[in-house]
């Protein structure tokens, strides 16, 4: 089946400075990329929508400038958590979208990325 | 895209079958019923999905009920690796992202 995967799995950076996680389609290209956040004992939350070579669509509530996401290949996405704070410590995930027979459209999921911000 | 709604919390004996359930009452007859889990630490697992027929993989089985206002995902022989959260999503196929409720936290008990 379709692979994705994320690098790096766990990150602990300080305060103040700011921290690149990469998502990666292994063996199918995904011209859309999705990033969720997770805090703990509660359920995964879209955070944006990226589609190759071009902006992401952030969702409610979620600040563009403090998580970047940049999406310039068919393969890569990449969301940038800037400034980070204690309070954006969380488990992110990444999911890319797969076109396969028909138009029809799945999704699958990275392992996740362990944020801890000191 | 449809609620649904999901007991918070279901316990099963290992080697026993486990039902869960999944109320999705508003949908729409172009969505579909998605099955995921999440083991802790890890990324959401695809199990199966279904539009109105009964469907069965090597992982699980999916029964949705003719008005297909609900459905329940099988997990026939239950053991201890399968302790997760399950999560029941509606979907129009070709919409752009899963979006995930509370989901059911299943504990497997020896």
């Known amino acids: 089946g379709a692979v994705v995967s994320q690098h790096p799995s766990r990150v602990i950076c300080k305060s103040g400075t700011s921290v690149k996680i990469e998502c990666r389609s292994l063996?199918?290209?995904?011209?859309?990329m999705f990033w969720y956040r997770q805090f703990p004992k509660q359920s995964l939350m879209l955070m944006a929508t990226?589609?190759?070579?071009?902006?992401?669509?952030?969702e409610q509530g979620v600040e563009k400038d403090k998580f970047l996401i940049n999406h310039a290949s068919l393969t890569l996405s990449t969301l940038t958590v800037t400034s980070a704070h204690p309070e954006d410590s969380s488990f992110y995930i990444c999911?890319?979208?797969?076109?396969?027979?028909?138009?029809?459209?799945?999704?699958?999921f990275g392992p996740g990325t362990r944020l801890t911000v000191t | 895209d449809a609620k649904t709604t999901q007991p918070p919390s279901m316990d099963c004996a290992e080697g026993r079958a486990a039902n869960l359930p999944c109320n999705h009452s508003?949908?729409?007859?172009?969505?579909?019923v998605y099955w995921y889990r999440q083991i802790h630490s890890q990324g959401p697992q695809y199990i199966i999905h279904?539009?109105?027929n009964n469907e069965t993989n090597e992982m699980a089985s999916l029964i949705i009920t003719e008005d297909r206002k609900s459905s329940t995902l099988i997990l026939p022989h239950a053991t201890l690796r399968d302790t997760a959260v399950y999560y029941c999503?509606?979907?129009?196929?070709?919409?752009?992202?899963?979006?995930f409720g509370a989901g059911t936290r299943l504990t497997v008990k020896p």
């Open positions: 999503i509606v979907r129009v196929l070709m919409n752009n992202d899963m979006r």
């Open positions: 063996d199918f290209q995904a011209t859309t």
């Open positions: 990226s589609n190759e070579g071009s902006k992401a669509t952030y």
């Open positions: 999911s890319a979208r797969d076109q396969g027979i028909a138009g029809i459209y799945e999704q699958y």
């Open positions: 279904g539009l109105k």
């Open positions: 508003t949908i729409s007859g172009n969505e579909y």
